[in-house]
């Protein structure tokens, strides 16, 4: 009886593990990106989908370790099978530092079929007399 107990235990985990591996609509997809933007101060850019409400979210977040801080314009995009869907500048000239993070995410319906959905992140470095412009973009997420 034991051994048919663990036989009946194994074909149980394994049909359970197959049936985890065929429901791949069922799991979110991310890609995250991070730079260094300048000093002590970062950047991330995500794409991700939200299946229950079946749309992609673009996000970044820019933020500062303790004792840095950077004035910067930045903006973000959608892209969807190698096409803009939207480019957004959320903020005007922002000061960022260790109090004082900023974040903006924007959303867009899911098409129907597969998809390369990628988040763009570019944002301009305020310095005396000029600026510099760094970039970063996601990797795709197929959806």
Not at 35 to 62: H, K, L, P, W
Not at 99 to 126: D, L, P, T
């Amino acid at each position: 009886m034991n051994n048919k107990l663990k036989s009946s235990f194994a074909a149980s985990v394994m049909t359970l593990g197959l049936l985890g591996a065929t429901a791949t609509d069922a799991q979110a997809a991310a890609k995250i990106k991070e730079m260094r933007i300048g000093g002590g101060c970062y950047a991330e850019v995500q794409i991700s989908n939200d299946n229950t409400a079946g749309r992609i979210r673009a996000s970044f977040a820019a933020w500062c370790k303790r004792g840095s801080s950077l004035s910067i314009t930045p903006s973000l995009a959608m892209w969807r099978d190698g096409r803009q869907l939207f480019l957004k500048a959320p903020f005007g000239a922002e000061t960022i530092d260790y109090n004082h993070a900023i974040s903006w995410r924007e959303f867009k319906a899911n098409k129907r079929g597969k998809q390369c959905y990628q988040a763009f992140f570019m944002v301009f470095i305020h310095g005396p007399g000029d600026y510099v412009t760094k970039s970063m973009k996601t990797s795709c997420i197929n959806v």
